[in-house]
Nanobody, 124 residues
Framework: QVQLVESGGGLVQSGGSLRLSCAAS????????MGWFRQAPGKEREFVAV????????YYARSVNGRFTISGDNAKNTVYLQMNSLKPEDTAVYYC?????????????????WGQGTQVTVSS
């Protein structure tokens, strides 16, 4: 079992950058497929990015591809989401999640563990 704690959210102007962190405890995050999701008010939780167990494969939602980067630091047992060129439509609560399923996992139902979320607000 793994526990996940997100941090790094905040208020930023359009065009700005933020880096979210997801600290894992209880087990190494490299044992899991790790994903980032987000949920805006009144909307369903949606996939943002995923990194495979090996760390060699990543995949992004079309809406963030080219602007966001997911990465992992084994020594710190932490997964990051670097977000650049932020837009107001990126405003949401961002969640980190871990899946025991191998592969590029984009569906929320396939994730086993979730963090509590961190708020990202992008002003225009």
């Amino acid at each position: 079992q793994v526990q996940l704690v997100e941090s790094g959210g905040g208020l930023v102007q359009s065009g700005g950058s933020l880096r979210l962190s997801c600290a894992a405890s209880g087990r190494s995050f490299s044992s899991y497929t790790m994903g980032w999701f987000r949920q805006a008010p009144g909307k369903e939780r949606e996939f943002v990015a995923v990194i495979a167990r090996s760390g060699e494969s990543t995949y992004y939602a079309r809406s963030v591809n080219g602007r966001f980067t997911i990465s992992g630091d084994n020594a710190k047992n932490t997964v990051y989401l670097q977000m650049n060129s932020l837009k107001p439509e990126d405003t949401a609560v961002y969640y980190c999640a871990a899946s025991r399923t191998i592969g590029v996992i984009t569906n929320t139902v396939n994730y086993d563990y979730w963090g509590q979320g961190t708020q990202v607000t992008v002003s225009s």
